[in-house]
Antibody, heavy 120, light 110 residues
Framework: QVQLQESGPGLVKPSETLSLTCTVS????????WSWIRQPAGKGLEWIGR???????NYNPSLKSRVTMSVDTSKNQFSLKLSSVTAADTAVYYC??????????????WGQGTLVTVSS | QSALTQPASVSGSPGQSITISCTGT?????????VSWYQQHPGKAPKLMIY???KRPSGVSNRFSGSKSGNTASLTISGLQAEDEADYYC??????????FGGGTKLTVL
């Protein structure tokens, strides 16, 4: 079955760019939407955005100015870049596949998550 | 785009049934039958429990069911078990800003 694994630095300095990659195994990345979702410690889930394998993207309006997503179908990977980070961006970051027959709207499966701390 | 509203906590005894509500607006929950629910145990990734309001993925117990009325969706867990103790999040499609999550509900099994 499809499995997802996040990777990237666990510590990022304020004002720098957070970069994460999600590697998809057990299936092809093609013809699906893929999302990033984050969760600050003790808080709820926040949808960051999604990317289709064509490269088409949609971002959360509250993060749109700082977010860039990309996809590399040859490596079965997709990536997240979040610029100008602050302590408020400290969170566990999850990647997930987006499913839906009519419109993509539910997330399954999820990666295990990776903690990113923003600190100098 | 505001988060969907869920109760912060609910509780129930083993064997009982509980319901978690998820209130949105006419722009999200009320407009689309595209509500999903996720279970999250401490330190773990969320797990899909219900999609498209009431559909259950393969492998999810039939003790979990979903419904919707107007701008409010609900997750019902019947025959509560200790392993059901977790955080639960609802999520709705929201059109132009595609997805919005609820704030989460902590379920305690007494």
């Amino acid at each position: 079955q499809v499995q997802l694994q996040e990777s990237g630095p666990g510590l990022v300095k304020p004002s720098e760019t957070l970069s994460l990659t999600c590697t998809v195994s057990g299936g092809s990345i093609s013809s699906y939407y893929w999302s990033w979702i984050r969760q600050p410690a003790g808080k709820g889930l926040e949808w960051i955005g999604r990317i289709y394998t064509s490269g088409s993207t949609n971002y959360n309006p509250s993060l749109k100015s700082r977010v860039t997503m990309s996809v590399d179908t040859s490596k079965n990977q997709f990536s997240l870049k979040l610029s100008s980070v602050t302590a408020a961006d400290t969170a566990v970051y999850y990647c997930a596949r987006v499913r839906g027959d009519i419109v993509p709207n539910w997330f399954d499966p999820w990666g295990q998550g990776t903690l990113v701390t923003v600190s100098s | 785009q505001s988060a969907l509203t869920q109760p912060a906590s609910v509780s129930g005894s083993p064997g009982q049934s509980i319901t978690i509500s998820c209130t949105g607006t006419s722009s999200d929950v009320g407009s689309y039958n595209l509500v999903s629910w996720y279970q999250q145990h401490p330190g773990k990734a969320p797990k899909l429990m219900i999609y498209e309001v009431s559909k259950r993925p393969s492998g999810v117990s039939n003790r979990f069911s979903g419904s919707k009325s107007g701008n409010t969706a609900s997750l019902t867990i019947s025959g509560l078990q200790a392993e059901d103790e977790a955080d639960y999040y609802c999520c709705s499609y929201a059109g132009s800003s595609p997805v919005v999550f609820g704030g989460g509900t902590k379920l305690t099994v007494l």
